[in-house]
């Protein structure tokens, strides 16, 4: 080593020790006056730049859930994946090559060029085949529901053609109704002969605006690879249209975007018909097969009967990765996106680990990849359980609950569904908070969360946040954190955090899992629940 190696590495080391000193300072205030500080410290690691934004089959995604791993290690949970605390996960990753793909609107024999990224991005979530073309009929929303006797297709001839619909559903149809066959709608477009799906950006109940959305063209897609897991089959094209472009594919239709953007703000239905042009596509994308994990560890009941029973709390670890630079930032954190829930996972999984609580049922931990893929890693733990299937009675989902403002209510997704509503109900009573609906069910979070994969797996199941009235300042708050920070590389250890929030949230979190882990009957789900029909014979 030669005196100026020395002296760097001094300098350095000098550093580092301030750094580490404020670090450690920070900590010991942050221990005495707050009671948030464990959970943050899982949250500063997770969400730290060097874990680079947790990607899916990142290696850095793979530290991650080695440190959840050894965290339920130590809070004394055993393993409850397969041979240890990981689940393997395959998937196949697809990354288009736009150089080489083309879109364009064909008229009279005359191509208009769409330009992607700007005007339209192809979803990378289908195997897209090499070249489409073909006519294009615009149908509404797109929407079957058999339950409210809607349907968009009927009476249209779709046969060998691309459908054109906006993103959303008309209000009449009730939110998770809605939210659930707008997941669905490719089965129904299928049987109707269609062959791919234009879908125009709905600016109603979009989080992220056009500009910011389109940077994530470049990042791999995943899908579950060969667990026939994946709904969109046949489908041969799919394309994302900004609305901000969407009048080009209405030329000489007779109606125009704006129009029809005009009767979606009042809620009706939309009109449906055939447009007078064809859509060419030619798609290249890369292909390849990665494998992730998902992490779960097991607290045994102590109940001798209910302890065949397992109550799982669910969290997703992964985020998005690298991507476009914001603000020459390029790592998306992921800090509350879900490094949060994860952390209240862990802590939940220390305080319970413990023994100072006797919960009956048994208690699964899982801390699931994929998630921003779409469900990926919670939809296949819930269709491969490490435990028998039809003794998971419950989940609760912990996904980006945002203690920006301070904790009086909980937003609950799935609360008019199950029973899980009145223990809920009755923990909130005792610590004086309130229990909220969904007040934007526009934005689909009901199926855009973990807990979904469970509940279409039969399983009763919730998902908690830190609550907010609609149209109020706190609601102001969240928009604006949306609009900002969610799915950016602003969503890091620099934001405003209400520690207070967090750790009271984090406290009548873990009484709602001791509650549900120790009530006397099996959660039910409403009679009147459409999401009862998934239910499995007990
Ligand atoms: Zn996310």
Redesign the pocket.
Known sequence: MTTTEIKRHAVTATLLIAVMSVTAGTFAQNAATNPAAAWWAHIQYLASDQMAGRETGSVEHRRAAQYIADAFKRAGLKPAGIGGYFQPVKFISRKVVEPKSSLAIIKNGKAEPVVLGEEATFSMSIEHAARTEAPMAFVGYGLTVPETNYDDLAGLDLKGKVAVLLSGGPSEIPGPLRAHYSNERWSAMKRAGVIGVISIQNPIGQDIPWDRSKLARFRPSLSLAGSGLEANQGEQLAVTFNPAKAEKLFVDSGHTFAEIMKIAESGKALPRFNLPASIRASVVFERKVIESQNVAGILRGTDPKLKDEYVVLSA?LD??GKGEPINNDPIYN?AM??ASGVATLIEAARAFGSGKKQLKRSVIFLAVTG??HGLKGSRYYASHPTVPANQIVADINI??FLPLFPFRSFIVQGLEESNLADDLRKVAKTAGVDVLSDPEPERRAFVRSDQYSFIRNGVPSISLKVGFVKDSPEHEIVKKWRKER??APSDDLNQPIDFESAARFNDTYLKVAEEIANRAERPRWNNDSFFKRFARQE
């Open positions: 997703h985020h998005v992921g996106d879900n998630e921003e996904d980006m969610y799915h």
